[in-house]
């Protein structure tokens, strides 16, 4: 088994991990426990990560980290629209 498959399994799941929270707010509206902040250093942090990629270049963390400032952001505007809607 190739180690970089072993690398995109985990990221696959780890990455993937914010698709269900995205189909629930969508499903419930409910964005109550949803924090801001947690998804905000997730984007700040995947940046960074797609940053070094760039720079090493590796690929597939570019890619990954993309995936990753992608899905947060979709949950940051699900949660924004929210809470400008309750006003």
Same mark, same amino acid.
């Given at each position: 088994?190739? +180690?970089?498959?072993i690398a995109f399994v985990g990221s696959l799941f780890g990455v993937g991990s914010r698709i269900p929270q995205i189909f629930q707010i969508i499903r419930t509206g409910d964005v109550s426990g949803i924090s801001a902040q947690k998804y905000w250093m997730t984007v700040i942090s995947s940046l960074v990560w797609v940053l070094y990629g760039?720079?090493?270049?590796?690929w597939a963390i570019v890619f990954w980290n993309s995936v990753a400032v992608l899905l947060s952001? +979709?949950?940051?505007?699900?949660?924004?629209?929210?809470?400008r809607m309750k006003i």
């Amino acid at each position: 088994m190739h +180690i970089e498959f072993i690398a995109f399994v985990g990221s696959l799941f780890g990455v993937g991990s914010r698709i269900p929270q995205i189909f629930q707010i969508i499903r419930t509206g409910d964005v109550s426990g949803i924090s801001a902040q947690k998804y905000w250093m997730t984007v700040i942090s995947s940046l960074v990560w797609v940053l070094y990629g760039v720079l090493t270049p590796t690929w597939a963390i570019v890619f990954w980290n993309s995936v990753a400032v992608l899905l947060s952001g +979709i949950v940051l505007v699900l949660k924004n629209r929210s809470a400008r809607m309750k006003i």
